[in-house]
């Protein structure tokens, strides 16, 4: 790997998030966390009542060289809905809202300028309503969330919710998947 860059980005459970930037050429790694809100160290049950303001996010460590901060949140708006306030489908809840939090000015503007180039577009038949916000401390989440897609491919709600937005980016950008080892 290069040099490093950082991205975190929320868009409902961030098990799809992390499964589907696993799986992207030129990103080292993907922790699940929490950020956005006011508690310290918050645990999974805390951020599940949405009263800690904190959203379920990925840190995403990327090689800038490799794949750029822009097909990052290109990835990000195909993978999730950024017109439903507060869900994606039967996730409800300020947790599970739409957001990039930003480390740089350059992430802040391409943010901002992809959000508009989608609405200009008319890329989706509602409103954007992604959050644009500088980053704050980020929390990993509980050792059990950190690749759970991965390890329970069949669970329930992986199987019915992950597995689906997997496929898709899989599909959608086949020319930009992580090379299998070896």
């Given at each position: 790997m290069g040099r490093a860059e950082v991205a975190t980005l929320a868009g409902g459970c961030f098990w799809c998030l992390e499964a589907v930037y696993r799986d992207l050429e030129g990103v080292d790694s993907v922790v699940s966390g929490y950020t956005g809100g006011h508690a310290a160290s918050p645990s999974y049950e805390q951020v599940c009542t949405g009263t800690t303001g904190h959203a379920e996010a990925v840190q995403i460590r990327f090689d800038p060289d490799v794949v750029s901060y822009r097909e990052l949140l290109e990835v990000f708006f195909a993978i999730h809905d950024p017109t439903t306030l507060n869900r994606q489908g039967e996730d409800i809840g300020t947790q599970y809202?739409?957001?990039?939090?930003?480390?740089?000015?350059?992430?802040?503007?391409?943010?901002?300028?992809?959000?508009?180039?989608?609405?200009?577009?008319?890329?989706?038949?509602?409103?954007?309503?992604?959050?644009?916000?500088?980053?704050?401390?980020?929390?990993?989440?509980?050792?059990?969330?950190?690749?759970?897609?991965?390890?329970?491919?069949?669970?329930?709600?992986?199987?019915?919710?992950?597995?689906?937005?997997?496929?898709?980016?899989?599909?959608?950008?086949?020319?930009?998947?992580?090379?299998?080892?070896?």
């Open positions: 809202r739409s957001v990039i939090f930003f480390h740089t000015p350059e992430q802040e503007r391409a943010a901002r300028e992809l959000i508009f180039e989608l609405f200009d577009r008319h890329v989706f038949d509602a409103p954007i309503v992604t959050e644009v916000q500088p980053a704050s401390v980020f929390y990993p989440a509980e050792d059990y969330h950190q690749g759970y897609f991965e390890r329970n491919p069949r669970q329930p709600y992986c199987a019915a919710v992950v597995s689906p937005k997997v496929q898709k980016f899989r599909q959608k950008f086949l020319h930009r998947l992580r090379k299998p080892p070896g």
